[in-house]
Nanobody, 116 residues
Framework: VQLQASGGGLVQAGGYLRLSCVVT????????TGWYRQAPGKERESVAF???????NYADSVLGRFAISRDNAKNTVYLQMDSLKPEDTAVYYC???????????WGKGTLVTVSS
């Protein structure tokens, strides 16, 4: 299983970005997916999660600003990030897992920088 994230970049506060993560697997529709981030000097934290059935969860810090979605036909998970804040600056990682098979995979990350 390989994950390729893209869409990061430099944006001003209040702006938006859309991250994408393409997953190379033939069981994407059975996997739960999520986005995590790690800011400099901080631990990696969960940002958003979407199950194989479409259930979503968000970190309190991004609730109402970020939206996670998935397109099973394209093996892709997205993270729409609106109203970005400087504190959203981090490397964002996508993750897929299929616990029943002990599968847990990470992408290499994409850098998001929000300037004030």
């Amino acid at each position: 299983v390989q994950l390729q994230a893209s869409g990061g970049g430099l944006v001003q506060a209040g702006g938006y970005l859309r991250l994408s993560c393409v997953v190379t697997t033939n069981i994407f529709n059975m996997m739960s997916t999520g986005w995590y981030r790690q800011a400099p000097g901080k631990e990696r934290e969960s940002v958003a999660f979407i199950s194989n059935r479409g259930s979503r969860n968000y970190a309190d810090s991004v609730l109402g600003r970020f939206a996670i979605s998935r397109d099973n036909a394209k093996n892709t998970v997205y993270l729409q990030m609106d109203s970005l804040k400087p504190e959203d600056t981090a490397v964002y990682y996508c993750n897929v897992r299929y616990p029943n098979a002990g599968m847990d995979y990470w992408g290499k990350g994409t850098l998001v920088t929000v300037s004030s």
